[in-house]
C-alpha cells in the first residue's frame, strides 16, 4: 500500500515477478479495493483495513494502526506464513513495527539498514546503519560489521567479505573516541576470523569499491545517502537542462542519447533497490518510498533471493559465533 | 609549496592574480630555488627553508618545522603583514599551527573548515565544519552558525544567509540528544537576531541549496563532503568511459561536446575552491590539495575579497554580539 504510488506501481510490480519465478507465492496485505486489479493463481489477498501514512509520527502507526498493512504483512512473516515481507512505506514505522513484531537476534541490540550503493568498478558497496540507531556504540558498528558480512555472503555469494570502518582519514590514530574503540574491536573480530576487517575507508571509498562492506552510525550514514542522492539529483537536473537548452543542445542529446542511455544504465540506483532490514527474527526488505515499478521488482527480486538463499539462517550463525565480542 | 603540484600550479597562479589586481601584494613563503621563477614587482620572495610535507603527521609539522614555509607564512599574518594566508598545503598542520600561531577569537573554542559546495540554484552552499573537530557540542555547532554567517555576509554580500541544521530529518524531534540541543539553541540565536535560523535540513539540501549555511560536526561533514566528491568522480569516470567505448560513441561525444563543456563548468567544483578556516585572529584560506591553475587562483581570489570585505572584522563583531549564547 506503501510508498509514493502506491498500489498503481507495486501492483504491477508483483504481476510481473510472478509472472517470473514460477515457484514464488505472493500475499499481497492491504485494503482490498486497492489491490482487487490482482487476479493470479499464486497471489493471495490478505486484507488490512489501516495503512500507514507516508507522514505517520512513529507513535500514531504503532499504537492507533493495529490492523495496518504493514503490521499485518510483519506478523505473517513472524507466524511463518511468509518468508520475508516487502514494503515501500514509511521507514521509521517498518522499522519500530518490525522490531516490536518479529524482535531483534539474540546478541543484536539494534537492528540496522543496509543499502548497497553503486561503486565504479560495476558492483555495489554494502553500506550500514542508515539511520535506523543515531547514536552507536562500539559494538554496534561491530553488530552492523556481522550483520552485512553475512548478508553479503549469502546474496553476493562472496567468501570473506571485507569491511571497512567509515572515517575521516585513513591512518588509524583518526576519528573520534568511539571510532577509535570500534576500530580495534572490529580488528579483534577480524583476528577471530569472524569478520574480514580492512581498516579506516573515508567517504570518497563507498564509490570507489574499496571494501564489500561500509560500517557507520545511523546518523553519518543517513547525511552521507541523502547527500549522494542530492547530488546525483543535481547532475542529472543540469544534464538535462544543457541538453534541452536550444535546438542546437537538443540535437546534441539526439546524436548522444545511446551513450547517455548506457551512462544511465550504469548508474541507475533503481538497480539496487531494496534496502535490507538486518538483526531481526525475519526478512524485511525496504524498498525507497520513490520506487517506480522497475525499482520495485528489484526489492521484490532481492526478498526472493534472501529467501532462497536462507539468509536468515545465515545471519543467525555468524551472530551466534561472534556473539562473544558483543 | 604545498599541495599535490607545488609551486608548478601555484607560482603561475601567483602571476596570473597580480595581473589581474593591480593593488594585489603578494608575499610567496618557500624555498628561494623553488619560487625564483617569479620575478613581480608586487610579489615578494620570503625564503623558508622548511616545508611541511603533506603527509607530516600534525606533530612533525608542529614541533620539528618551526622554520616551515607554512608556519612563516602564518607569522606573517599575526605581524600583520600580510592580510590573508593561502594554502594548498597538508589541512591538518595548517588548522593546528594557525590555531597555534594566530590563536582563536574571543568565545570561539575551535575554529572550523568552511567551504561552499555548489548547488542546483547556481549558487554555493557554505558547509562547515568540514574536518577541524570531530566531537562538537551545541556550542560549537552554534559558534559555527555564527562563523558562517558573517561569513557569507561578507563575501556573498547576503543580508540575512539562513542556517540549516544538518539532520536525519526534517521534523524537529529527529537526531541525537547534541542535535536536539543545537536546534534549540540555533532557535534561541535566531529569536535574538543574531542567525537567521531555518531548522533542520537533511544531507540533500546541501546540493538543493535550501539554505544558505549548513552547519554539523566535522566528523559527519568531513564523510559527507568525501562522499560526494567520491560520486561526483565515479560519475566522470563512467561519462568518459562510455563516450569513449567506440568509433560511435566517440563521435556522439564530438557533437554534444559544446553541451558536455556547458554542463562541466556548472558543476566545476574549481570554481569554488578555497576553504575558509574560521574562528582564528587572521585570515587563512585552504585551497585543495588536487587543485590546478585555475582552482588556485580561486582560493587567492577568495583570500583577496576575504580582506577587502573585512571579514575578519565583522567575525569579530557577530562573535563579540554572539558571545552571550557561546
Not at 169 to 175: D, F, Q, T
Amino acid at each position: 500500500m506503501g510508498g509514493d504510488h502506491g498500489p498503481s506501481v507495486t501492483v504491477p510490480a508483483c504481476l510481473a515477478l510472478l509472472e517470473r519465478h514460477a515457484q514464488l507465492r505472493l500475499l499481497l496485505v492491504g485494503r482490498s479495493d486497492a489491490l482487487g486489479a490482482i487476479a493470479h493463481p499464486r497471489a493471495e489477498l490478505v486484507h488490512a483495513e489501516e495503512v500507514v501514512a507516508m507522514d505517520d509520527p512513529v507513535e500514531v502507526a504503532m499504537r492507533h494502526k493495529k490492523r495496518s498493512s504493514m503490521r499485518i504483512a510483519l506478523e505473517l512473516v513472524k507466524e511463518g506464513r511468509a518468508q520475508a515481507a516487502v514494503s515501500a512505506g514509511n521507514t521509521g514505522a517498518l522499522m519500530a513495527i518490525a522490531r516490536y513484531v518479529l524482535k531483534t537476534l539474540d546478541g543484536i541490540e539494534r537492528p540496522a539498514i543496509a543499502y548497497p550503493l553503486p561503486n565504479v568498478t560495476g558492483g555495489a558497496t554494502t553500506v550500514l546503519d542508515l539511520g535506523a540507531n543515531v547514536d552507536c556504540t562500539e559494538h554496534h558498528l561491530l553488530q552492523f560489521a556481522v550483520l552485512g558480512s553475512a548478508l553479503d555472503m549469502a546474496l553476493k555469494s562472496r567468501d570473506k567479505p571485507s569491511v571497512g570502518l567509515l572515517n575521516i582519514g585513513s591512518e588509524a590514530i583518526k576519528g573520534n573516541d568511539m571510532i577509535k574503540r570500534a576500530a580495534e574491536l572490529l580488528r579483534e573480530a577480524d583476528q577471530k576470523s569472524l569478520i574480514h576487517y580492512y581498516g579506516n575507508v573515508e567517504g570518497n571509498d563507498i564509490f570507489k569499491g574499496t571494501t564489500d562492506i561500509v560500517v557507520c552510525d545511523g546518523f553519518v550514514g543517513n547525511v552521507t545517502l541523502k547527500a549522494t542522492e542530492g547530488l546525483a539529483s543535481m547532475v542529472s537536473t543540469i544534464l538535462k537542462q544543457e541538453f534541452s537548452r536550444n535546438a542546437f543542445t537538443r540535437l546534441a542529446a539526439l546524436c548522444a542519447m545511446p551513450v547517455l542511455n548506457a551512462f544511465k544504465r550504469r548508474v541507475d540506483h533503481r538497480r539496487h533497490n531494496g534496502a535490507a532490514l538486518l538483526g531481526l527474527r525475519g526478512l524485511v526488505f525496504k524498498s525507497h518510498g520513490s520506487a517506480d515499478q522497475l525499482a520495485f521488482e528489484h526489492a521484490l527480486s532481492k526478498a526472493i533471493d534472501a529467501a532462497e538463499h536462507q539468509l536468515l539462517q545465515k545471519i543467525q550463525h555468524r551472530v551466534q559465533q561472534a556473539a562473544t565480542l558483543f
